[in-house]
């Protein structure tokens, strides 16, 4: 498998470019609109054509780069149906498995952050989105945001992995790029250590955070697959 993990330093966004080496197709998860020309090198570079752009969820804090991939590449976006992006091509739903060449990726849903949301699991690897941080996990306080869902899905359907899988999550801002679900259930600050979901709730709901400084541009233009001609 060829793998990438590229990082955006104004949002402190993930994107991970997957390919199969035998076919050379390839997939993009969680593109970054402002990221556009070094994706389209590092294809060139790596002689790999896009075939889809999958999205972990609509995102309130960077405006994807999908609609664009598409009208250049040819590829093909990929959302949960609860999403709430009909410019999609894909609409999927849990369990639904994407091959890419020799890859298979299997969407498994982990709403709470958005109702939309899923992880894209491999045999030795989860993308987790803003589900699942390195030592955290995404807020709960807008755009459909449930902690007790949230928990629900961190603790039963991501720890339920094996324990080595690697956690490729959608942001970090404290310089990690990698944990395990092993490490997570181990020392994450929010959900670690058995941590109830009572106790998540109550934590997640008392939490005073800013309002996303990027939300009222980036999450109507990501429910337009990112084409609009207003960028921050």
């Not at 990082?7 to 556009?36: N, P």
Request: proline letters at 3%.
């Amino acid at each position: 498998m060829i793998f990438r993990q590229l990082f955006e330093e104004e949002t402190s966004t993930f994107s991970y470019l997957l390919g199969c080496e035998r076919t050379r197709r390839a997939c993009l998860i969680d593109s970054v609109a402002s990221e556009l020309d070094t994706y389209l090198a590092l294809l060139d570079s790596l002689k790999l054509k896009l075939v889809y752009t999958l999205e972990t969820h609509v995102h309130a804090d960077h405006i994807t780069g999908a609609g664009m991939l598409r009208e250049i590449t040819g590829s093909k976006s990929v959302v949960h149906k609860d999403a709430g992006a009909r410019c999609a091509d894909l609409q999927i739903t849990d369990g639904e498995l994407l091959q890419v060449g020799d890859l298979d990726i299997e969407a498994r849903h982990t709403p709470g952050h958005t109702n939309g949301c899923v992880s894209y699991v491999m045999a030795d690897r989860v993308f987790t989105g803003d589900a699942l941080l390195i030592g955290g996990s995404g807020r709960t306080d807008f755009q459909q945001g449930n902690p007790g869902q949230l928990y629900d899905s961190i603790t039963g359907r991501l720890f339920t992995l094996p324990a080595d899988t690697l956690v490729y999550p959608g942001h970090d801002y404290n310089g990690n790029t990698v944990s395990t679900i092993r490490q997570e259930m181990a020392s994450n600050r929010r959900l670690g250590r058995g941590r109830s979901r009572e106790d998540f709730v109550a934590m997640m709901q008392a939490l005073k955070l800013d309002y996303p400084k990027y939300i009222d541009r980036a999450l109507p233009a990501n429910q337009s697959c990112g084409l609009v001609t207003e960028q921050y």
